[in-house]
């Protein structure tokens, strides 16, 4: 499956590198241009990572996530180009330097599928420090949990299907709503490592 990772910081570029040594391809996109990426994807090799515009980007993808700050994913992308697809919300509302944004009760991906209303968003890959994402997935011990929130059960069982192949646990913790908000800054579940059965104890209280 070919991913695009639209924001290539410290995040995106973590994502793609370990989802390249999981044996994914990906499409990289940033709001500077593709020729910034070429080292990145020099790294990554040219067999499995390319570089693109955001719009070509999506377009090129199976499956697209979002990893740029959010102020930025309104009209970042045509609605068109991500119709029918996977959108992955890995993106995070702050009001300020670590204060959540305040939502007046919508969760920040409930906006993301009000701005992008022909995607399958699932809320996920937002929730986990990037250091901790670029080793956790392959060190020895329990998994560590990553989730997935959404109203497309068929749309969380493929983000599902590669948060497994990176490593991780993957949990449900519902739909985009009530699930998202779980996941997003100010959540219980944000910034939070926890073990598969952690989370899952966690969820089921």
Do not use: C
């Not at 020729?35 to 570089?51: D, F, N």
């Not at 029918?84 to 305040?102: C, I, Y």
């Amino acid at each position: 499956m070919r991913t695009g990772i639209i924001g290539t910081g410290r995040i995106g570029s973590t994502l793609a590198r370990i989802l390249v040594a999981a044996g994914h391809q990906v499409v990289l996109a940033n709001a500077r241009g593709p020729q910034t990426l070429g080292p990145l994807v020099a790294e990554l090799g040219r067999a499995a990572a390319s570089a693109a515009h955001p719009a070509e980007a999506a377009a090129q993808a199976e499956l697209l996530v979002l990893m740029v700050p959010f102020d930025g994913v309104r009209g970042l992308l045509p609605p068109r180009v991500v119709q029918d697809k996977v959108l992955v919300d890995a993106t995070n509302a702050f009001g300020g330097p670590g204060t959540p944004a305040a939502g007046g009760g919508r969760g920040s991906s409930d906006l993301v599928a009000e701005w992008y209303p022909g995607a399958q968003v699932v809320k996920s890959l937002n929730t986990m420090h990037f250091e901790t994402l670029a080793v956790a997935g392959t060190a020895s011990g329990e998994r560590l949990a990553h989730y997935t929130a959404g109203d497309d059960a068929k749309a969380k069982e493929i983000v599902a299907g590669i948060i497994t192949d990176l490593g991780f646990a993957p949990v449900d913790t519902g739909p985009l709503h009530s699930g998202g908000i779980l996941q997003q800054p100010g959540g219980p579940l944000f910034n939070r490592p926890l073990t598969e059965a952690q989370a899952l104890a966690w969820i089921s209280h």
